[in-house]
C-alpha cells in the first residue's frame, strides 16, 4: 500500500484574476473613527480542488479491496484515507485542508455501533422484541447526541494553515435542533421540515470555532420554505407528466378483449407498474438533490466566521442536480467502477464554485484550546447513515 499522492498548490494560471491565491474586491464605504467615509477593502480567495479521478481510482480499488479481504476491520482506515485525499487538495490562500483522525480510534466506535446494530438486527429477526425495542429507543434517545459527537469529531480532525476546527454546542441545543425539530416535522410534514432544517444548519454553523473566531448563520427560515415549496411544486409537475402516460398504458391494456391477449394485458400492466416504481425513484432522486444542493448553496452564501470571514457560493444547484443523476446513472451502468470518478467531479464543481472572503489576513487567527472528542458519533454517522455535513 502506497503512500496518499502528495497535494500541489494550484498555479497562478488556474486563477483567471492572475493571482492564485486572492483578489481585492470592495465593499459599501463605512466611516472611520473620524467619521470618514471610508472603503473597506476584502480580499477574495477562491477556492481551489486539485484531486484527480485517476489518482483516486488508486487509493478508492485498494479500500474496497482490504475492506473486503478483513471482513469490514480497515473500514475505519478506508474513511480516513478518503478524507485525507479530499480534503489534502482542497486550498484556500494556498493553504491545504488536514485531516487528522485516528483510525483506531474510529475502529472502536465502529465495532460498538456495528454491535448494537447486529444485535437489534438479530433480534429483529429472530422476534426477540424484547431485545430489539429498547435497542431501538436507545438510538432513537441518543441520535442528537450522536450528532453532537460526530460534529464535534469532525471539527477536531479538519485542520487548516496547522490550527484545527472546533465545535462547542452543547448536548442541550442538539436535542433541540435534532430532537424537538424532528419530532416536529415527522407531525407536521412540509409544514414544519424546512424550519427543522433551519434549526440544524444553524446550529451547525453558529458553534463552530477556528481560533479564537466563531461561526455564525446569517440566514432566516423563510428561504427553507421556499427551497421546500420549489421541490414539492416541481414534483407535483413531474409527476402528472409521467403519471399520464402511465396511465393511458394501464387503460388501454385493460380495456383490450379476453382471451388471448391476457398475456399481452399482463405484460402491459407489469411495464406499467415497473415504470412508474423507476419515474418515482428518479423524482425522489432529483427533488432530494435539488434540496441538498439548494441548501448548500444558501448555508454558503450566509455562513460568517468571526465576522471578518464570509463564503460565497457560485455553483447552480440545478447544475450540481444534473451532476448527481448522471453520476448515479454512470455508477450503475459501471457496476460502482466510476464511483472515484463521480465523486471527484461533484466534489470539484461545488469546491471550484465557492469563495472565501475576507477582510482580515487568514493568518490572524490565534489558537485556542483544542479537544480529542470520542469518534463514537462519527462511527455511528458513517455505519447508520446519519446525515450530518460540517
Known amino acids: 500500500m502506497t503512500d496518499l499522492p502528495a497535494a500541489t498548490p494550484p498555479t497562478p494560471a488556474d486563477d483567471p484574476t492572475g493571482s492564485p491565491y486572492g483578489r481585492h474586491v470592495g465593499l459599501r464605504p463605512a466611516l472611520d473613527a473620524a467619521g470618514t467615509p471610508a472603503t473597506p477593502t476584502v480580499t477574495e480567495y477562491p477556492v481551489s480542488f486539485t ?15 482490504l475492506t473486503i479481504v478483513t471482513l469490514g476491520v480497515y473500514l475505519p482506515w478506508a474513511r480516513v484515507r478518503t478524507r485525507q485525499y479530499f480534503y489534502g487538495h482542497v486550498w484556500v490562500d494556498g493553504q491545504n485542508f488536514e485531516y487528522r483522525a485516528n483510525p483506531v480510534a474510529l475502529l472502536r466506535g465502529y465495532v460498538l ?7 437489534y438486527t438479530l433480534s429483529t429477526q429472530f422476534q426477540k422484541y424484547w431485545i430489539a425495542v429498547p435497542l431501538l ?7 442528537p447526541w450522536l450528532v453532537r459527537q460526530s460534529l464535534r469529531f469532525q471539527a477536531a480532525n479538519t485542520v487548516h494553515r496547522g490550527l484545527r476546527f472546533r465545535f462547542s454546542g452543547t448536548v442541550k441545543a442538539a436535542y433541540v435542533a435534532y430532537g424537538a425539530a424532528n419530532i416536529l416535522a415527522s407531525i407536521g410534514g412540509i409544514f414544519a421540515l424546512p424550519w427543522a ?7 451547525q454553523l453558529d458553534h463552530v470555532e477556528y481560533g479564537t473566531a466563531r461561526g455564525h448563520f446569517r440566514g432566516d427560515v423563510a428561504p427553507f ?10 414534483g407535483i409537475g413531474l409527476a402528472i407528466a409521467v403519471a399520464l ?15 388471448s391477449l391476457d398475456d399481452l394485458k399482463t405484460t402491459g400492466l407489469l411495464a406499467g407498474i415497473i415504470a412508474a416504481y423507476v419515474a418515482f425513484i428518479l423524482l425522489y432522486t432529483v427533488l432530494w438533490q ?15 466566521l468571526g465576522g471578518v470571514v464570509r463564503t460565497r457560493a457560485t455553483f447552480r444547484p440545478w447544475r450540481l442536480v444534473w451532476i448527481g443523476v448522471t453520476n448515479a ?12 470518478w463521480a465523486a471527484i467531479r461533484r466534489t470539484k464543481y461545488v469546491m471550484e464554485g465557492v469563495q472565501v472572503r475576507a477582510i482580515a489576513p487568514l493568518d490572524d487567527f490565534a489558537a485556542g484550546s483544542a479537544e480529542r472528542p470520542s469518534a463514537l458519533g462519527e462511527a455511528a454517522t458513517e455505519l447508520l447513515d446519519i446525515q450530518v455535513g460540517f
Not at 225 to 234: D, F, H, L, N, R
Open 51 to 65: 484531486g484527480r479521478a485517476d489518482e483516486y481510482f488508486r487509493i478508492w480499488i485498494v479500500n474496497v479491496a
Open 245 to 259: 402516460p402511465v396511465t393511458a398504458v394501464l387503460f388501454g391494456t385493460s380495456a383490450l378483449d379476453s382471451g
Open 329 to 340: 446513472l454512470a455508477t450503475v451502468v459501471t457496476l460502482g467502477l466510476a464511483t472515484p
Open 197 to 203: 432544517w433551519f434549526m440544524q444548519r444553524r446550529y
Open 290 to 304: 435539488y434540496v441538498r444542493a439548494a441548501t448548500m448553496a444558501y448555508v454558503l452564501n450566509h455562513a460568517e
Open 225 to 234: 420554505y421556499v427551497i421546500a415549496v420549489t421541490a414539492v411544486g416541481i
Open 113 to 119: 455501533v456495528g454491535t448494537l446494530f447486529l444485535g
Open 137 to 143: 429507543l436507545a438510538y432513537v434517545l441518543l441520535y
